[in-house]
């Protein structure tokens, strides 16, 4: 069975700070993909960031960035320069490949407050 | 205009009631999923769907059941709605092993 841990319930960072996410997962697959999504107060889902398990390189979106662990199977993510906007519920997610590749699996989420 | 629609956006119902909640895509995916989040648990899996004739059963299906009427088309029906099924839905689309891609959610509230 495949577990996503988001050991951090709440997070809060000034503005224009760095803030890190952790997450650590579970599976006994050998390729997968990991996700970070974010939830707003809209509540829409809007994906962050996409790593494939099988790039040694971390995934980078502009001011977000990942720290992929493969043998530790953790899954941190970064922000940089933290906006307002930033405030939002963070999701990690792991999906499966072959034949369990329409699987997503979330943790509970980390909620981060970017203070003024 | 979205690639992922929901509708409605907000349901108030009553114990027993049978409702239905759509989504629509136009991102051209094949398949489509259903997911329920529940405060502190994250989203789960309650049904999914690879094409037209496909439905597979997710994690939480009890309760729920689904009807993929065209390609762009995945409706989620409670035919009893009962209070522990208020939640809020989300409807995601991908294309096989890619990134699934959510609707806005619907907010559902059975008294």
């Known amino acids: 069975a495949q577990t996503v841990t988001q050991s951090q319930p709440e997070m809060s960072v000034q503005e224009a700070e760095t803030v890190t996410l952790s997450c650590t997962y579970d599976t006994s697959e050998n390729n997968y993909y990991l996700f970070w999504y974010k939830q707003p107060p809209s509540r829409q889902m809007i994906l962050v960031i996409r790593?494939?398990?099988?790039?040694?390189q971390n995934a980078t979106e502009n001011r977000f960035s990942v720290n992929f662990q493969k043998a530790a199977k953790s899954f941190s993510l970064k922000i940089s320069d933290s906006q307002l906007g930033d405030t939002a519920m963070y999701f990690c997610a792991l999906g499966g490949s072959g034949g369990s590749n329409y699987k997503l699996t979330f943790g509970k989420g980390t909620l981060l407050t970017v203070n003024p | 205009d979205a690639d992922v629609t929901q509708t409605p956006r907000n349901r108030i119902t009553k114990t027993g009631k049978r409702i239905m909640l759509e989504c629509s895509q136009t991102k051209g995916h094949d398949r489509m999923y259903w997911y329920r989040q529940d405060p502190g648990l994250g989203l789960r899996l309650i049904y999914y769907s690879f094409d037209v004739k496909d439905i597979n059963k997710g994690e939480i299906s009890d309760g729920y059941s689904v009807s993929r009427q065209a390609q762009a088309k995945f409706s989620l029906s409670l035919e009893s709605a009962i209070p522990n099924q208020t939640a809020l839905y989300f409807c995601?689309?991908?294309?096989?092993?890619?990134?699934?891609?959510f609707g806005p959610g619907t907010r559902l509230l059975v008294l």
């Open positions: 995601a689309t991908s294309a096989p092993g890619e990134t699934q891609y």
């Open positions: 790593q494939e398990a099988y790039k040694q």
